[in-house]
């Protein structure tokens, strides 16, 4: 059986008069208004929305699908894919991706970058260059866009797929080369060393598909070399079907040897037939249509709750990014939480119950004592309190005690 009590915290609550003097025998009404855990999701169209690029009903399709994402999530992946944020050098897509993260922290979402190094979509002009003007090219990109973000992104994907990344060998590209030339510990030494210099306050993720022993002796090999993973990312993409508790619990066990903060970074399960399981590289997998089906969707539904349940029992896990909010987006697949003609799936209903419902604390009505004073339980996250005709904020962590100040 799951147990959440580690997603838990107690607070004694103290409220006070403007002259300091504590509000006795007051009604108090407590309502939570947010996860501290990140349960996020991917979905690039808030860029163009953010910044007017949508007309009529495409808008208001777009609107109403973060309204949905918004009601569900706390939490957002941005895109800074190299390749398409800077196919011109010199000219980066800054000001367009600044306006998607502040539209989303205006709406209370925490963003995240993704990724600053991968040899897959990455500039296509680095090949033009020595393998030492690549490294200085992705080092002051990092520096620029870890620097010109800071406060609306402040955690970034770094590097993405490196275990793979010096024996990629589907086309050349400039970061395969480097990484070839340097190894993948020194590469991810500068890295996050060139990004940790940029905001100081950053939190830096090292992100990868493959979650077996070369992944896990790599990490440790990094913080051997005194590289500072502030947590480390793992994607779960079940195209060719779920991989089941047995297997999730496996995964979980091998990273938490580490003691860092573990993020479930691109998480899918499809709604419509299965990869098949030959296929090894997922994006060697090209349909024109991919339907989604009940059945499909049911099963979709199932697995994501049981999915989301063992990563939350696991006290190591602080985030959970599902790979899309909308059928159709990468490989074309049916593993989002709306189809294409605009239905919503079971999976947004089924979640919603876990996120916003069971794991979520209820409205509180409480009285002061003669100190003043209620006690809050409830999931971790921020809180309103409504008292005597006012309102005020306030974080409930594992344990604490704060005061409120009426003015």
């Not at 500068?190 to 990004?195: D, L, Q, T």
């Not at 047995?246 to 860092?260: C, G, I, W, Y």
């Not at 209820?362 to 339980?377: A, N």
Request: net charge negative; glycine share 8%.
């Amino acid at each position: 059986m799951n147990t959440y009590e580690h997603r838990k915290g107690k607070a004694v609550v103290k409220i006070v008069a403007p002259d300091g003097a504590p509000l006795r025998m007051k009604e108090v009404v407590i309502r939570q208004t947010k996860h501290k855990f990140l349960f996020g999701c991917a979905e690039f169209a808030v860029v163009p929305l953010a910044n007017d690029q949508l007309e009529g009903e495409q808008k208001e399709k777009a609107l109403w699908v973060f309204e949905k994402f918004l009601d569900l999530f706390n939490f957002a992946t941005l895109p800074f894919y190299w390749g398409r944020f800077e196919p011109v050098r010199g000219n980066p897509d800054t000001v367009r991706l600044k306006k998607a993260a502040q539209w989303l922290k205006e709406r209370g979402c925490v963003s995240k970058g993704h990724p600053l190094c991968w040899h897959t979509v990455t500039a296509p002009w680095l090949l033009e260059m020595t393998n030492t003007e690549i490294l200085s090219a992705q080092l002051a990109r990092i520096r620029r866009e870890v620097n010109d973000f800071a406060g609306l992104i402040d955690m970034w994907d770094v590097i993405n797929e490196v275990v793979i990344m010096p024996v990629f060998d589907k086309y050349d590209n400039g970061i395969t080369r480097i990484c070839k030339e340097m190894g993948r510990i020194p590469l991810v030494r500068e890295v996050f060393k060139a990004a940790r210099e940029a905001n100081p306050r950053g939190i830096f993720l090292i992100n990868d598909f493959n979650v077996s022993e070369a992944y896990a002796i790599l990490i440790e090999g990094l913080l051997e070399a005194g590289v500072t993973i502030d947590a480390i990312g793992i994607q779960s993409h079940m195209h060719q079907g779920y991989w089941g508790v047995e297997k999730t619990l496996e995964v979980l066990e091998r990273f938490s040897q580490f003691n860092l903060p573990i993020h479930f970074t691109e998480t899918t399960l499809v709604s419509g037939h299965l990869m098949p399981s030959h296929i090894e590289d997922l994006n060697n997998y090209k349909v024109q249509e991919w339907p989604s089906t009940p059945e499909g969707e049911e099963r979709q539904a199932r697995e994501a709750v049981l999915h989301y349940k063992t990563l939350f029992a696991w006290p190591n896990v602080e985030a959970i990014t599902w790979w899309n909010f909308l059928d159709g987006g990468w490989l074309n697949a049916p593993a989002g939480f709306i189809t294409k003609d605009g239905r919503i799936k079971p999976i947004y209903h089924e979640l919603y119950k876990l996120i916003k419902g069971e794991w979520w604390t209820g409205e509180q009505r409480l009285v002061t004592d003669e100190d003043g004073t209620v006690i809050v339980d409830g999931y971790l996250g921020e809180y309103e309190m409504s008292c005597a005709g006012q309102t005020a904020s306030f974080a409930l962590d594992k344990s604490s005690e704060i005061e409120i100040q009426l003015s």
